[in-house]
């Protein structure tokens, strides 16, 4: 059963920056892509950021420029740099991993941007 545990979830005033790590329990080349996600209260889960086995990546419009996925695959980590936040990014942040049409989630970690 793979495993995916985030961190680095906080509150953080408007501007500043956090960055969340996804510790999975295999090598992260076994996966088709892995991602981040959020959902606000009220919304759906959207797309923040992913990152394929072959290192392609892909942001939503909302955090391009602001927002660097990246992977450490000694660690089988992969990471979500963000940057100048603003109140709107305000959610809670899952990590996903995919393997074809299987996919696995991490219990998220919640990040609060407000002054």
């Known amino acids: 059963q793979v495993q995916l545990v985030e961190s680095g979830g906080g509150l953080v005033q408007p501007g500043g920056s956090l960055r969340l790590s996804c510790a999975a329990s295999?090598?992260?080349?076994?996966?088709?892509?892995m991602g981040w996600y959020r959902q606000a209260p009220g919304k759906q889960r959207e797309l923040v950021a992913t990152?394929?086995?072959?290192?392609?990546?892909n942001y939503a419009d909302s955090v391009k420029g602001r927002f660097t996925i990246s992977r450490e695959n000694a660690w089988n980590t992969v990471y979500l740099q963000m940057n100048n936040l603003k109140p709107e990014d305000t959610a809670d942040y899952y990590c996903?991993?995919?393997?074809?049409?299987?996919?696995?989630w991490g219990q998220g970690t919640h990040v609060a941007v407000s002054s």
């Open positions: 990152i394929n086995v072959g290192g392609r990546t």
């Open positions: 996903n991993a995919r393997i074809l049409t299987r996919a696995w």
């Open positions: 295999e090598n992260i080349f076994n996966f088709n892509d």
